[in-house]
């Protein structure tokens, strides 16, 4: 199985996925839509599992999420 690469964009309410193998070729990309009314804590629940379930067929060797965008910083 080869290896790839998450990658997140997260958000309050959407969270960008994008699965790349070490050559740049994009496999999968998907966003998932979270209820901006849940708490946190349940949006973190929510999405740690939907990796866990969803994104089990992949050999996952590298996690990368994206910073925060700081406007006027």
Do not use: H, W
Not at 61 to 72: A, C, L, Q, R, V
């Amino acid at each position: 199985m080869q290896e790839v690469v998450l990658g997140l964009d997260v958000s309050t309410s959407r969270v960008g996925l994008s699965i790349l193998n070490y050559k740049a070729d994009l496999i999968e990309c998907k966003v998932i839509k979270l209820n901006s009314k849940d708490e946190l804590e349940d949006r973190c629940y929510y999405l740690e599992n939907y990796i866990i379930n969803n994104l089990i067929k992949y050999n996952i060797k590298e996690i990368f999420i994206e910073s925060p965008f700081m406007m006027f910083s």
